[in-house]
Each structure stands twice: as C-alpha cells, then as structure tokens.
C-alpha cells in the first residue's frame, strides 16, 4: 500500500484523494446506494481517556452539539486494554437518549471482547434505545501487539479471529429473528452454541441493526463484506482503491443475488483542520503518537488522514465521494476535538455533500 501523504496539505497532497481528478472515478462511481450521502463524527472516548478524564456529561454534550450542528451520526470507538475507552454500548445508549435524530454506530465494536449471548443481549438493548437509529461497525480486532494483548486478557483466541467475527455476527442474527414464527431457536457454529435464543430481547427493529464490516480492501475482506454484511467500512489511504473495491463489491453482491444497495460504502477518516497547514499536520502527529505509540507516517500507510484547511480536507474527501463512498465516519485528530467541530460542522460539511450534489446531478441529468 502506497505510504505517500495522504492529507489535504498544499504541497504534494495526492492528486487522487485530493481533487480527484481521474475521469474514471465519476464515470465508474457506483449508484448511490439508496439515499443521500451521510456524515457522522466520532465521539471523543479515546481522546478524553488519552487526558485523563472519563465524565459522561462532556461525551453527551459532544452528542447534543454534533447533532444540532447537522451531522448525520455519531460513533464511538471499542477497546478494553490496548487503546482504553469508556465502553462504546454504554456511551451510545446514554447518547442516543440524549438527541432525537442522529444515528449511533460503533467504529468498529469488537465482539470477541465480550461473550456473544451477552453481545446480542446489549446490543438489542441499545437498539430500543436508538430505536431505528442503531448501526454496528465490527471488526477482527486491529493487527497489534497490544490488540493480541487485549484479546488474551480476556481469554479471546486471536488466532481464528477473522472467523469467529463472522460468525459472532451470524449468530447475533440469529438470535435476533429467534423470536419470528418459524426462525431457529437455537446456534451450531464451529466456535459458538447455544440454544433458546428466543428467550433473549427481541431487537427493536426486525433482524437487528445493520452489520457493517469493518476491513481492508483485501480479496477476502472484499468478499465477506459483499456477501455477508450490510456495509463496507475501512480507512483506505488511497481514494485509488477505495473505488476499485467498492466496485467489486458492488460486483460480487450482484453475483450473490444481493440487490444494487446492499452494502453501504463507509469511510473511517481523521482530519486535522487549521488554515495553516504545518500547524495541523503538527497537530495531527501529536495525536497520533499519542493515540497509537506511532508515528503519522507510520499510521498513514493504513489509515487514511487529511489535515489543512476544512476547505482542503473537504476537497480530500471529496476524492472518496467521487469513487463511491455514501457514509464517511469523521474523527477529529485533536485531543481536543471539540474545538474543531463547530468548523468542520460549517465549512466542511456543506462542502462535501456540495461536491455529492453536483456528481449526483451529473448522474440524473440527460
């Protein structure tokens, strides 16, 4: 994977997830996958972990400010050991009772790190909470040392994780719809059983939340993600290879019999917004060293990452609209993010969907 820059900055940004400029990108963008695109922002757990402090009351307001300044949803983070963080179901369902139309997500949950009876259990409660607000992000569990850790510490096979979060999932589904006339009560997997799933709470929607996957873009990641899960959600570096995989699994969904739509394509991205440009790259090495024990160039070779000017950043993601995305998950690369949000909220956020209008109006007009 190319480790070139990917931020916004003036000098030597990529032209490919910066203006976007390739032709093939507007003329093979997939149809939108029914619905405008959205654009939700992270919640800070991390970051208020990383300064020492884990109050609720900040995180709420963080929910109730995010959501009368228009963004679409609100994430949170999961980690137990290796990145710690106020649980994310937790933080969620006080947050979902505290705003009234934002959608609620996990970027990404980790399921091994809790029983999956006990997952389902919690997830199906947060899902009364939200309502029909609720989309889960799962991930494997993030390829570090600390994450391996993580998943020793509370008795998780890492080996195999890769499996066991697919079927974590089918199994959550299953017990979701255990409760429906005729649905099976009971779960044979190669790592999980159980029986009486019916006696669980039912989900507050039928089926359950969306599952989205949160991946790479590897042939395997591509495939699950096209025929087992409802949406796509990585941090591709590269606007590049973000369009070539949401192409093809658009692809194998169609294959699979899955109709245009099924798999919604999200991005995970960090932005740093300051008008001058070494300031927010300077900014953003700074969270990152803290975040991770690594450094932005590092980082970068596998997350994607943009800082500059909201106008710059927008322009940056724009290249990932032009190659398909329709849901983009924002973290703020700030330890103190709520100073950025009310511009990323006002100048940013219009400018985006800007760039969404006028592709899709490209698409409709004759």
Known sequence: ?????????????????GR???????????????????????????????????????????????????????WAGDSLTARPRLDPLVVLSAAAAATERITVGTAALTPALRHPLIGANMVASLGHVARDRLVLGLGSGFPMPETE?????????????????????????????????????????????????DRLPS?????????????????????????????????????DAYGRATRRIA???????????????????????????GA?????????????GRSLDQMSAIQAYGWGSAEQCAEWLGGYVRAGARHLVLRIGSLEPEAQLKEVAEVLLPAVREIDRTLTQGETTP
């Open 149 to 197: 850790e993580e998943f020793a510490s509370v008795g998780a096979s890492f080996t195999g994780r890769v499996g066991r979060l697919d079927e974590i999932a089918d199994l959550w589904r299953t017990a979701w719809s255990a409760g429906e006339p005729g649905r099976p009560t009971g779960f044979q997997g190669k790592y999980w059983q159980a029986d009486r799933l």
């Open 20 to 74: 976007a400029t390739d032709e093939t990108l507007t003329h093979d963008r997939p149809q939108s996958p029914g619905g405008p695109l959205r654009i939700g922002i992270l919640l800070p757990t991390r970051e208020q972990a990383i300064n020492g402090s884990y109050a609720a009351a900040p995180l709420l307001d963080f929910a109730r400010r995010a959501e009368s300044l228009g963004f679409d949803s609100l």
């Open 280 to 292: 927010a790259k300077a900014e953003l090495e700074h969270y990152i060293r803290h975040y991770y």
């Open 251 to 277: 692809e194998l969904a169609a294959e699979a019999g899955r109709g245009p739509g099924a798999v919604t394509p999200a991005l995970y991205a960090t932005i740093t917004v300051d008008s001058d440009a």
């Open 1 to 17: 994977m190319d480790a070139e820059r990917p931020g916004p900055a003036p000098q030597g940004a990529r032209t490919s997830a």
């Open 203 to 239: 989900p507050a929607t039928p089926g359950g939340p969306p599952l989205w996957l949160a991946g790479s873009d590897t042939p395997k990641v591509l495939a699950r993600a096209a025929t087992r899960y409802d949406g796509w959600l990585p941090f591709l570096p590269d606007a």
